[in-house]
Nanobody, 119 residues
Framework: QVQLVESGGGLVQAGGSLRLSCAAS????????MGWYRQAPAPGRQRELV?????????KYADSVKGRFTISGDNAKGTVTLQMNSLKPDDTARYYC???????????WGQGTQVTVSS
């Protein structure tokens, strides 16, 4: 099994930056991609993709974060980082790290870390 531990997050003013990190342990060899999702506190809001990076290094971003957020990592080592710049109040959410397997899909979610951006 894979376990994920997230760190980073916190409170920042609009325009500021934060860095989220996630470290995997356990059966890291089963990971083919790692990503970040977020869920805003508003009722009915779904968990949405922020960014994902594959074992081959390809990346995918939500349109809302392109040009502001950068994902990096090494799936073989089970690490992924999300650098968030030019943060906006709309970025306020709980951010979750996940690990994916090409065959089984999402195999583990982290516990989440809160990001709050004040205006």
């Amino acid at each position: 099994q894979v376990q994920l531990v997230e760190s980073g997050g916190g409170l920042v003013q609009a325009g500021g930056s934060l860095r989220l990190s996630c470290a995997a342990s356990g059966t890291i060899f089963s990971i083919n991609a790692m990503g970040w999702y977020r869920q805003a506190p508003a009722p009915g809001r779904q968990r949405e993709l922020v960014a994902v990076i594959s074992s081959e290094g390809s990346t995918k971003y939500a349109d809302s974060v392109k040009g502001r957020f950068t994902i990096s990592g090494d799936n073989a080592k089970g690490t992924v980082t999300l650098q968030m710049n030019s943060l906006k109040p709309d970025d306020t959410a709980r951010y979750y790290c996940n690990a994916e397997n090409r065959r089984y899909g999402v195999i583990r979610w982290g516990q989440g870390t809160q990001v709050t951006v004040s205006s």
